[in-house]
């Protein structure tokens, strides 16, 4: 009767790497000081040594030390419509509605990220020539994610049952045996529910190592690499799928499974049926060639009946409770190269990130869904990223910074070759400003312009998706000692609203099942950071 696929991928939410700040698998938040002011690819701090690594060559020279600790709080929210050309002027037009749905035919759905502590730090020593360099920083990902209430990707399946049951109690109600009483699947308040659970989570932890070199009092340059590892985490689970039947809500699995004797009967009856008539189509066939052909007819209605609910028994392992738990892993290595120019009161710095190639192969210990089978290794590169940033000291109080980040998105290898359908890389635009209202107290803030090439948003879909945003952060330090400094700030992201149509086919009982769809993207981002510089 139905060939309906109830999709896990939604679990897959985290896996897209949508991220705090950045390309669309980068995280740029490394550091309490870019949390208050984005443009820090000029910059000659202690953070540089993720933002310009370069430039770090020109700090006093002795031991420095950056520990920052981030709080980030994330929600994503996707309204998503169907309609179904074929059911129009029946309840079943707009099936959204039938399990809290607007007027519309479209329902919200909602999930929280959180990840109240992010831990990241900077360390170098800074030579006469040379300095000696590391970091450690959630470059990816980072945090959990929980829809409590699932997703359009998978509902839209499950919200066609109720038409399906209603064609198919209409048709079985066409034969003169159940004439008037079909297969007793109808109601006249057809709705819908299901319960499901996704929870998944996303780290790409990166270390990196490096070593830059002071050419001369003006330029310098730096090179290392960063080792990246990936561990992913995703639980769920689809249960109780329930139709109204009868104007009570049966949990679909059960009610097959209590009606099978039932529905045995029935079809042998049928089956029956279908053999009287094929062989009174043999016996009027010289007789009488029309009623002949009129029994024949007959019988392979019958026939295709108790066929038919031997399909409708087998709907039972469909729409069965489902479970997921896997565990993803893998690792990569990206090289890292950079450049500084000093003179006087300016500062231009800039690095190139190598492409990260990642092969993230599943550890999987229960999938009901057959998607996340055990030992298969899925693509998820990081992209390349280009940087360029200057500052300018105003006045010996007063320092203006801005600059430009270029993420390689379309070069860098995704599940399903996805990144193909993105129109351009992403751009980023930031500046920011310094200001030390006195010698022990700093005061700073920033903004950041980030621009996806979404194209037509074949590239997203409600378990992946990012969408254009501005952030503004504010901050600042106060210097506790003369080796020590305490760092604060908080940012946030506006993010873009992002309308997708689109066309999607189901296939059930026995039919191509049209529908056109909507989902509309939005996302949610606060920041909140703390942290201590330390020379010595």
Same mark, same amino acid.
């Not at 109690?169 to 008037?180: T, W």
């Not at 080792?227 to 985490?233: E, I, M, P, Q, T």
């Not at 109204?244 to 679909?252: D, K, M, R, S």
């Given at each position: 009767?139905?060939?309906?696929?109830?999709?896990?991928?939604?679990?897959?939410?985290? $896996?897209?790497?949508?991220?705090?700040?950045?390309?669309?698998?980068?995280?740029?938040?490394?550091?309490?000081?870019?949390?208050?002011?984005? &443009?820090?690819?000029? !910059?000659?701090?202690?953070? @540089?040594?993720?933002?310009?690594?370069?430039?770090?060559?020109?700090?006093?020279?002795?031991?420095?030390?950056?520990?920052?600790?981030?709080?980030?709080?994330?929600?994503?929210?996707?309204? /998503?419509?169907?309609? !179904?050309?074929?059911?129009?002027?029946?309840?079943?037009?707009?099936?959204?509605?039938?399990?809290?749905?607007?007027?519309?035919?479209?329902?919200?759905?909602?999930? !929280?990220?959180? &990840?109240?502590?992010?831990?990241?730090?900077?360390? %170098?020593?800074?030579?006469?020539?040379?300095?000696?360099?590391?970091? $450690?920083?959630?470059?990816?990902?980072?945090?959990?994610?929980?829809?409590?209430?699932?997703?359009?990707?998978?509902?839209?399946?499950?919200?066609?049952?109720?038409?399906?049951?209603?064609?198919?109690?209409?048709? #079985?109600?066409?034969?003169?045996?159940?004439?008037?009483?079909?297969? +007793?699947?109808?109601?006249?308040?057809?709705?819908? /529910?299901?319960?499901?659970?996704?929870?998944?989570?996303?780290?790409?932890?990166?270390?990196?190592?490096?070593?830059?070199?002071?050419?001369?009092?003006?330029?310098?340059?730096?090179?290392? $690499?960063?080792?990246?590892?990936?561990?992913?985490?995703?639980?769920?689970?689809?249960?109780?799928?329930?139709?109204?039947? &009868?104007?009570?809500?049966?949990?679909?699995?059960?009610?097959?499974?209590?009606?099978?004797?039932?529905?045995?009967?029935?079809?042998?009856?049928?089956?029956?049926?279908?053999?009287?008539?094929?062989?009174?189509?043999?016996?009027?066939?010289?007789?009488?060639?029309?009623?002949?052909?009129?029994?024949?007819?007959?019988?392979?209605? #019958?026939?295709?009946?108790?066929?038919?609910?031997?399909?409708?028994?087998?709907?039972?392992?469909?729409?069965?409770?489902?479970?997921?738990?896997?565990?993803?892993?893998?690792?990569?290595?990206?090289?890292?190269?950079?450049?500084?120019?000093? #003179?006087?009161?300016?500062?231009?710095?800039?690095?190139?990130?190598?492409?990260?190639?990642?092969?993230?192969?599943?550890?999987?210990?229960?999938?009901?869904?057959?998607?996340?089978?055990?030992?298969?290794?899925?693509?998820?590169?990081?992209?390349?990223?280009?940087?360029?940033?200057?500052?300018?000291?105003?006045?010996?109080?007063?320092? !203006?910074?801005?600059?430009?980040?270029?993420?390689?998105?379309?070069? %860098?290898?995704?599940?399903?070759?996805?990144?193909?359908?993105?129109?351009?890389?992403?751009?980023?635009?930031? &500046?920011?400003?310094?200001?030390?209202?006195?010698?022990?107290?700093?005061?700073?803030?920033?903004?950041?312009?980030?621009?996806?090439?979404?194209?037509? @948003?074949?590239?997203?879909?409600?378990?992946?998706?990012?969408?254009? /945003?501005?952030?503004?952060?504010? +901050?600042?330090?106060?210097?506790?000692?003369?080796?020590?400094?305490?760092?604060?700030?908080?940012?946030?992201?506006?993010?873009?609203?992002?309308?997708?149509?689109?066309?999607?086919?189901?296939?059930?009982?026995?039919?191509?099942?049209?529908?056109?769809?909507?989902?509309?993207?939005?996302?949610?981002?606060?920041?909140?950071?703390?942290?201590?510089?330390?020379?010595?």
């Amino acid at each position: 009767m139905c060939k309906i696929r109830l999709y896990f991928v939604a679990l897959a939410i985290l $896996f897209s790497g949508e991220s705090f700040a950045g390309g669309i698998l980068t995280n740029t938040n490394t550091s309490v000081a870019f949390n208050r002011n984005f &443009a820090r690819d000029g !910059v000659i701090a202690i953070d @540089g040594v993720y933002s310009n690594p370069a430039g770090v060559s020109f700090m006093p020279q002795g031991w420095h030390l950056s520990f920052t600790n981030q709080s980030v709080k994330q929600t994503r929210t996707i309204k /998503s419509g169907m309609t !179904v050309p074929a059911f129009e002027g029946t309840p079943f037009y707009q099936p959204f509605k039938l399990n809290g749905g607007d007027e519309s035919g479209v329902k919200t759905f909602e999930g !929280v990220a959180t &990840a109240p502590i992010l831990p990241s730090f900077q360390l %170098a020593h800074v030579g006469e020539l040379w300095t000696l360099q590391a970091s $450690f920083a959630m470059v990816g990902g980072g945090g959990k994610c929980t829809f409590n209430h699932g997703l359009g990707s998978f509902e839209r399946t499950i919200s066609l049952l109720p038409a399906i049951i209603s064609q198919v109690n209409a048709k #079985y109600a066409q034969f003169p045996e159940l004439a008037g009483v079909g297969l +007793g699947l109808g109601t006249t308040t057809p709705g819908y /529910s299901v319960e499901s659970y996704i929870h998944g989570q996303q780290y790409v932890f990166g270390l990196q190592l490096g070593t830059s070199y002071k050419i001369s009092d003006h330029w310098s340059v730096y090179g290392g $690499f960063r080792f990246n590892y990936v561990y992913n985490k995703y639980e769920g689970n689809i249960r109780n799928i329930s139709v109204n039947i &009868a104007g009570e809500n049966q949990n679909l699995a059960q009610y097959v499974t209590d009606a099978l004797p039932q529905l045995s009967q029935v079809g042998a009856m049928l089956q029956g049926k279908a053999q009287e008539y094929s062989e009174a189509a043999k016996q009027l066939q010289d007789i009488d060639p029309a009623k002949a052909a009129a029994a024949a007819a007959a019988a392979a209605q #019958y026939a295709e009946g108790a066929q038919g609910l031997e399909t409708v028994a087998a709907m039972h392992g469909l729409v069965a409770d489902k479970n997921l738990d896997c565990t993803q892993r893998g690792w990569a290595i990206c090289p890292i190269i950079g450049a500084d120019f000093r #003179y006087g009161k300016l500062n231009i710095g800039a690095r190139i990130e190598f492409t990260t190639h990642f092969n993230i192969e599943n550890d999987t210990k229960v999938d009901d869904t057959g998607l996340f089978a055990d030992g298969v290794n899925t693509p998820g590169d990081m992209p390349g990223i280009a940087t360029i940033g200057a500052q300018y000291e105003v006045l010996p109080q007063l320092r !203006v910074m801005a600059g430009a980040h270029y993420f390689f998105d379309k070069n %860098a290898h995704m599940a399903d070759d996805k990144q193909k359908h993105l129109s351009h890389n992403t751009w980023e635009w930031n &500046a920011g400003v310094e200001y030390d209202l006195n010698d022990k107290i700093m005061l700073s803030c920033g903004g950041q312009k980030t621009n996806y090439g979404l194209g037509d @948003g074949t590239f997203l879909n409600d378990m992946s998706f990012v969408t254009s /945003s501005y952030s503004l952060g504010v +901050g600042g330090s106060i210097k506790i000692t003369e080796k020590m400094k305490f760092n604060i700030a908080y940012f946030q992201t506006f993010y873009d609203k992002f309308d997708k149509s689109y066309s999607q086919t189901f296939d059930a009982a026995g039919q191509s099942i049209a529908a056109d769809c909507t989902d509309q993207f939005t996302r949610t981002n606060k920041v909140f950071a703390i942290g201590v510089d330390v020379d010595f």
